[in-house]
C-alpha cells in the first residue's frame, strides 16, 4: 500500500504535517511515491526544516520575497518535478519557513504540496503549544503524526516535546505513562485541534512492526475512533529499509 494513497492524498491537496516521531520521513516517503506517480510536488516548512530533512527530494530554493520564491521554485520543479522551499536560510543547517499566507500562491506550482507545520525536537510525541501546528489556510489535509515508541514511557524530556502541555492537554502527569487515551488524545485534540475551514483530518503512527508495537498502535486506534477521527494509518517509519503501511 502507497503511503499517500493511505492517507488520502490526491492531486490538488495542500498537506500539512503536525506532530512527532516521524513528520519529515513521512514528507520523503510520500514525494517520491507522488513523483513515481507522475505528480509534481512541492515542500515547505512553515516553521523551520532541517537541510538534512530535505535531501534528495529535489532542489532547495530560498528567496526572502514571495515573487522571488514563485519564479525560483517554478523553475526548480519544472526541471526535477519536485522542490524544497524556505524564505532563507537560519543556519547553514536549518532551512526558514514560508508565511502561511505566502501558500495562497503558490499552491499553484505543483500538483500536491508537502508542509511541515510544526516541530518536536526528534521526540516521539509532543504536546501542542497554542501558536500551533503553523497552517496556511490554503491546507486541505492535516495529517497528525506520533510515533508508538512513547506509547507507555513515562511523560517527561527523553519522550515528550514540551511535556507540560502534553500533561495539560491530557490529564497525564510528569513521570507517568503514556496510555492509549493520552496518546490519542494529543493528536486529536492537540495536533488536530484548529484544523482550517474545511480541511480533512489523517492520523499517522509511525515506528509500527508485527508483533508488540503493532498491538499498542491498534488500541491507540481504537481511542482515535472514538474521538471522531476515522482515517488511521500505520507505518514502519522512520526506521527499515522496506516501509510497510498499514491501514487499520
Excluded: C
Excluded at 514525494?31 to 529535489?58: F, W
Excluded at 495562497?104 to 510544526?118: C, F, G, M
Aim: aromatic residues 4%; glycine residues 12%.
Amino acid at each position: 500500500m502507497k503511503l499517500y494513497s493511505a492517507l488520502g492524498v490526491v492531486p490538488g491537496d495542500v498537506v500539512a504535517f503536525a506532530g512527532a516521531g516521524g513528520k519529515s520521513s513521512a514528507i520523503r516517503k510520500i514525494s517520491a511515491e507522488l513523483g513515481e506517480a507522475g505528480n509534481t510536488v512541492l515542500i515547505a516548512p512553515t516553521t523551520k526544516m532541517l537541510i538534512g530533512e530535505a535531501d534528495g527530494i529535489g532542489p532547495l530554493v530560498t528567496s526572502e520575497s514571495l515573487d522571488g520564491l514563485l519564479a525560483e521554485a517554478e523553475g526548480a520543479i519544472s526541471g526535477s518535478g519536485a522542490a524544497v522551499v524556505g524564505s532563507g536560510l537560519l543556519s547553514k543547517n536549518r532551512i526558514a519557513g514560508i508565511e502561511p499566507v505566502w501558500f495562497t500562491s503558490l499552491v499553484s506550482l505543483a500538483d500536491v504540496v508537502l508542509i511541515e507545520a510544526d516541530g518536536a525536537r526528534h521526540r516521539p510525541l509532543k504536546g501542542t503549544a497554542d501558536h500551533e501546528p503553523a497552517l496556511p489556510d490554503a491546507t486541505t489535509l492535516v495529517v497528525a503524526v506520533g510515533n508508538i515508541s512513547a506509547f507507555g514511557r513515562p511523560v517527561g524530556e527523553e519522550f515528550v516535546h514540551r511535556p507540560a502541555l502534553f500533561s495539560e492537554l491530557t490529564g497525564v502527569r510528569a513521570g507517568q505513562s503514556v496510555t492509549a487515551n493520552a496518546f490519542a488524545r494529543a493528536l486529536a485534540h492537540g495536533s488536530l485541534g484548529r484544523l482550517p475551514d474545511g480541511a480533512r483530518s489523517a492520523v499517522l503512527i509511525t515506528g509500527v512492526e508485527p508483533g508488540v508495537s503493532m498491538a499498542n498502535a491498534s488500541i491507540v486506534t481504537r481511542e482515535l475512533w472514538r474521538m471522531d477521527v476515522h482515517n488511521v494509518v500505520l507505518t514502519s517509519l522512520p526506521t527499515g529499509a522496506s516501509v510497510q503501511v498499514w491501514s487499520p
